[in-house]
């Protein structure tokens, strides 16, 4: 079964700081890595995303670097601010199926 | 651009009984998505429709989940008869797939059930 695996499961950041979170899938056959970030009662919205073919991406303070022959992704958050404070979930999409598949997710807390 | 509109936003209901979601999509958006969200996990897609028709729906539990989609645009989820495992937060979401931008899935708010 597809999986995406994503650490830590949750993060402390002082304000100002670098928040890196982590994932790694299993199958190659995925086409596109997005990242969604989730505020409390709120639905999960597009952060920024990555195709296989590009080894980075920034976009602001958000960076995803990838890692295609560690089958590994990850979002770094620069001079987090305290309004970054959500849960992040990285996803990968089935060249296969076109499906979505979720990470577990990560809290992040940015203390100011 | 008026976002996925979903509701009710919470639903308490005893396990056994049945209840029912609703969603109303971006207009003109022709992909249509339902997902589970238990607390502490990322969301699990459970059916897609591509307009009318279902495009997956491998991870609904059929023997108590269903859903539909009037007309290619509003969609309802309904479990019956409802389990307390089913407690989760239900999502929507809606992605155009017509056009160049068709990644972008958009995710309603969701409806919070809680099954005692």
């Known amino acids: 079964q597809q999986q995406v695996k994503q650490s830590p499961q949750s993060l402390i950041v002082q304000k100002g700081g670098i928040s890196i979170i982590n994932c790694a899938y299993e199958?190659?056959?995925?086409?596109?890595f997005p990242w969604y970030q989730q505020f409390p009662g709120k639905g999960p919205a597009l952060l920024i995303a990555i195709r296989p073919d590009v080894s980075e991406k920034k976009e602001g303070r958000f960076t995803i670097s990838f890692n295609k022959s560690a089958k590994q992704f990850s979002l770094h958050i620069m001079d987090s601010q305290p309004g970054d404070s959500a849960t992040y979930f990285c996803?990968?999409?089935?060249?296969?199926?076109?499906?979505?598949?979720f990470g577990q997710g990560t809290t992040l807390q940015v203390k100011p | 651009e008026a976002g996925v509109a979903q509701s009710p936003r919470y639903k308490i209901i005893e396990k056994r009984q049945s209840v029912a979601f609703w969603c109303n999509p971006i207009s003109g958006h022709a992909t249509l998505y339902w997902y589970q969200q238990i607390l502490g996990q990322g969301p699990k897609l459970l059916i897609q429709?591509?307009?009318?028709?279902?495009?997956?729906d491998s991870q609904l539990p059929k023997d108590r989940f269903s859903a539909e989609r009037l007309k290619g645009v509003d969609s309802t989820l309904k479990i019956q008869p409802a389990k307390l495992e089913d407690s989760a937060v239900y999502l929507c979401a809606s992605s155009p797939r017509t056009s160049g931008r068709g990644d972008e899935q958009f995710f309603g708010p969701g409806t919070r059930l809680t099954v005692l």
């Open positions: 996803a990968a999409r089935s060249s296969n199926t076109g499906k979505l598949i």
């Open positions: 199958n190659t056959a995925f086409d596109y």
């Open positions: 429709f591509q307009n009318n028709g279902v495009v997956d």
